[in-house]
Structures are given as structure tokens and as C-alpha cells.
């Protein structure tokens, strides 16, 4: 099946910098790329998703980019909060429509 | 809470037995996907049903896993002989339309530990 790759599988930054997480997908084509925030001991929760007819969404902090020549997108958080320290899942949407997920980054930030 | 929720939220069993999870869904959502996540690791697609329809099993799906949604509501999921490596954290989700780019909305979950 189709294999996505999510780096780094932890990331540790400051109160205030940036953050960018990158997921790779490999061979069949992908048209929604989803990305999830799951916080502690809660169930996972959709912060942003892609399609492929747009290189590159913001919402406020958030944005994602997309590459699909590259087979690449990437997730940005600028002005990092304690309260975004999270799990974050890449995901995308192949075949008969199948998510398939990354391995999850570990992000915290430090206050 | 009109959010999807899950029952129970932890299943502790011993090895060769069978458990069944439950799984409401949003209403008028008419897709409904299970998904079993185990520590560092993102969900794992399993199967999903749009409404009473199963559409896609995946094929790490072994045979002593099965999943129903009679009505096109609520869904099952049962694991007969079960063994420790099924410990693991059961998600359910569902989400509007056909296509499944929609937004998934997850349910809390039902932790499995299989002793």
C-alpha cells in the first residue's frame, strides 16, 4: 500500500520560533492531504488539509504547502505556543480514497 | 455531546477471547472508518463503511477481525481469538459526503489490552 513518510518524529523548539514538519508520499496519486493535532490522551483533530489544485493554505499560524511533482508537503506553525506542543499527523488520500497516515512528530515547545 | 463517540473506553481481556466495540457516529454523517493506533504511531486505516456498505477492508485486516454498521448508523467491531498483539487503541471516525475528503471527526477511542 502507500507509505507516507513524516519527519522528524520529534521536534523541540522555543516559545515564539517556527515549526515545519515534511511528509513524502511515494507512488499513487493523492488529491486531499490532511493534516491532525492530537494532544495528549485525546483523540486526533483536523487543523488544516490541502488539495491538489492549490499549492499552499494558511489559517492564521498554520500553513501547508504542497508539491506534487516532489511528491511533498510540508506543515509551518510560526509564533509557537506552549499550547501547540502536540502530536501532528501528515495524511493523504490514495487509491480507493484510503487514508493513509505518517508516523506522527512530536512537537514541543518550550516556553 | 453530538461528537462521535465509543464504547467502552478501555477493554482489558485475556488472550483467546472475543470483544466488540461500539461506535456512534455524528448523525447524518454517512462515513463511518475504523482505525487501530498503537504508542508512536500514526492511525492505521482499517476498514470503513459508507453508510451501511462496507466499501474497504484493509489487508492487515486478519480474518479474526470483523465490523458491521446494519443500519447505517451506529458500527461494530469485533475481535474473535483475540491476541496481545491486538493490544492497541481502537479510533472510530466518521464524516459527511462520498468522496472521503471531508474532514474525519475521531472518536475518543476504546483502549485494548489483551494480557
Known amino acids: 500500500g502507500e507509505n507516507v513518510e513524516q519527519h522528524p518524529s520529534t521536534l523541540s523548539v522555543q516559545e515564539g520560533d517556527s515549526a515545519v514538519i515534511k511528509c513524502t508520499y511515494s507512488d499513487s496519486a493523492s488529491n486531499y492531504f490532511p493534516w491532525y493535532k492530537q494532544e495528549l490522551g485525546k483523540r486526533p483533530q483536523l487543523i488544516i488539509d490541502i488539495r491538489s489544485n492549490v499549492g499552499e493554505k494558511k489559517d492564521q499560524r498554520i500553513a501547508v504547502t504542497l508539491n506534487k511533482t516532489a511528491k511533498h508537503f510540508s506543515l509551518h506553525i510560526t509564533e509557537t505556543q506552549p499550547e501547540d506542543s502536540a502530536v501532528y499527523f501528515c495524511a493523504g488520500l490514495f487509491g480507493s480514497y484510503i487514508p493513509t497516515f505518517g508516523r506522527g512528530t512530536s512537537l514541543i515547545v518550550h516556553p | 455531546d453530538t461528537g462521535v463517540s465509543q464504547d467502552p473506553r478501555h477493554k482489558i481481556t485475556k488472550r483467546g477471547q472475543n470483544v466488540t466495540f461500539r461506535c456512534d457516529p455524528i448523525s447524518e454523517h454517512n462515513r463511518l472508518y475504523w482505525y487501530r493506533q498503537t504508542l508512536g504511531q500514526g492511525p492505521e486505516f482499517l476498514t470503513y463503511f459508507q453508510n451501511e456498505a462496507q466499501l474497504e477492508k484493509s489487508r492487515l485486516l486478519s480474518d479474526r477481525f470483523s465490523a458491521e454498521r446494519p443500519k447505517g448508523s451506529f458500527s461494530t467491531l469485533e475481535i474473535q481469538r483475540t491476541e496481545q498483539g491486538d493490544s492497541a487503541m481502537y479510533l472510530c471516525?466518521?464524516?459527511?459526503?462520498?468522496?472521503?475528503?471531508?474532514?474525519?471527526?475521531f472518536g475518543p477511542g476504546t483502549r485494548l489490552t489483551v494480557l
Open positions: 471516525a466518521s464524516s459527511l459526503g462520498t468522496s472521503g475528503d471531508n474532514e474525519q471527526f
